[in-house]
């Protein structure tokens, strides 16, 4: 299975300014998730960036960067740019790795390129492991998907769904036994065609309430097919804090 790896990264992160050229064990964060990228067997891996900064870094690091504009919503749109630009054929499976992930496990990279080669009908993938435990159910922080019998979503929602009626939920420590609560991990898979058409997609209401980008898509009939893992991925560097504590732990390129 041939797949791409695309690396969004921008300079101007609101909470941690510069972020992808701060440095991780001797190497910038970016070169970090471009390593990564790279274990998961893509075909190519690319970094791209508004930023001189930011490519420059990936250059002495012998990493591919494209630059891109600087005007961009998301980092979906920018990758979007980029597959318009270098005009990849409509059947190009594109993976969106975010560049503050540098602990991404490289198999999920190519689990959820997989989900999307074997779903044709779906034009994104991504990925979602089992809830557990009531509180993650219940926090809005932790996104859920529900997903029909052939493995596609029917809904993302930051509520808890699938909720069960009839269940003491409120007084209740764990979920009622046998009902698949699935966490959203937020690693897309794309269809070339899909992004090619994706920056004319207008926004929709159910977006804009749940702040949800993937909702969009479903909401403009395209089928999102989903990858569930039985481990919970490693989380990504948001903060000074989140930086701080990845400097001080083990690190394995």
């Given at each position: 299975?041939?797949?791409?790896?695309?690396?969004?990264?921008?300079?101007?992160?609101?909470?941690?300014?510069g972020?992808?050229?701060?440095?991780?064990?001797?190497?910038?964060?970016?070169?970090?998730?471009?390593?990564?990228?790279?274990r998961s067997?893509?075909t190519?891996?690319?970094?791209?960036?508004?930023?001189?900064?930011?490519a420059?870094?990936?250059?002495?690091?012998?990493?591919?960067?494209?630059?891109?504009r600087?005007d961009?919503?998301?980092?979906?749109?920018?990758i979007?740019?980029?597959?318009?630009r270098?005009?990849?054929?409509?059947?190009?499976?594109?993976?969106?790795?975010?560049?503050?992930?540098?602990?991404?496990?490289?198999?999920?990279?190519?689990?959820?390129?997989?989900?999307?080669?074997?779903?044709?009908?779906?034009?994104?993938?991504?990925?979602?492991h089992?809830?557990?435990?009531?509180?993650?159910?219940?926090?809005?922080?932790?996104?859920?998907?529900?997903?029909?019998a052939?493995?596609?979503?029917?809904?993302?929602?930051r509520a808890?769904?699938?909720?069960?009626?009839?269940?003491?939920?409120?007084?209740a420590?764990?979920?009622p036994?046998?009902?698949?609560?699935l966490?959203?991990?937020?690693?897309?898979?794309?269809?070339?065609?899909?992004?090619?058409?994706?920056p004319?997609?207008?926004p929709?209401?159910l977006?804009?309430?749940e702040?949800?980008?993937?909702?969009?898509?479903?909401?403009?009939g395209?089928?999102?097919?989903?990858?569930?893992v039985?481990?919970?991925?490693?989380?990504?560097?948001?903060?000074?804090?989140?930086?701080?504590?990845?400097?001080?732990?083990?690190?394995e390129?």
């Amino acid at each position: 299975m041939d797949f791409i790896a695309v690396i969004p990264a921008r300079y101007a992160s609101t909470r941690l300014p510069g972020k992808p050229l701060e440095d991780l064990h001797g190497k910038p964060m970016v070169v970090r998730v471009a390593e990564r990228a790279r274990r998961s067997g893509a075909t190519a891996v690319v970094v791209a960036t508004d930023d001189e900064r930011i490519a420059h870094a990936c250059a002495a690091h012998g990493v591919d960067c494209t630059l891109t504009r600087g005007d961009h919503a998301t980092g979906t749109d920018r990758i979007a740019e980029v597959v318009t630009r270098e005009g990849y054929a409509d059947d190009t499976i594109v993976v969106n790795v975010q560049g503050d992930e540098p602990r991404i496990e490289p198999a999920l990279i190519r689990e959820v390129a997989g989900q999307l080669a074997r779903h044709p009908v779906a034009a994104m993938a991504t990925a979602a492991h089992p809830i557990t435990d009531r509180d993650t159910f219940m926090n809005p922080n932790a996104v859920k998907v529900v997903v029909d019998a052939s493995g596609c979503a029917l809904y993302f929602s930051r509520a808890p769904i699938p909720f069960p009626r009839d269940a003491e939920l409120a007084r209740a420590t764990a979920l009622p036994a046998g009902m698949l609560a699935l966490r959203h991990i937020g690693l897309y898979a794309y269809r070339a065609g899909f992004l090619k058409a994706y920056p004319q997609l207008a926004p929709c209401p159910l977006e804009a309430f749940e702040v949800l980008e993937q909702l969009r898509a479903l909401w403009h009939g395209h089928r999102i097919a989903v990858a569930v893992v039985h481990y919970t991925p490693a989380p990504g560097i948001d903060t000074a804090e989140d930086l701080a504590l990845a400097r001080s732990s083990p690190f394995e390129p």
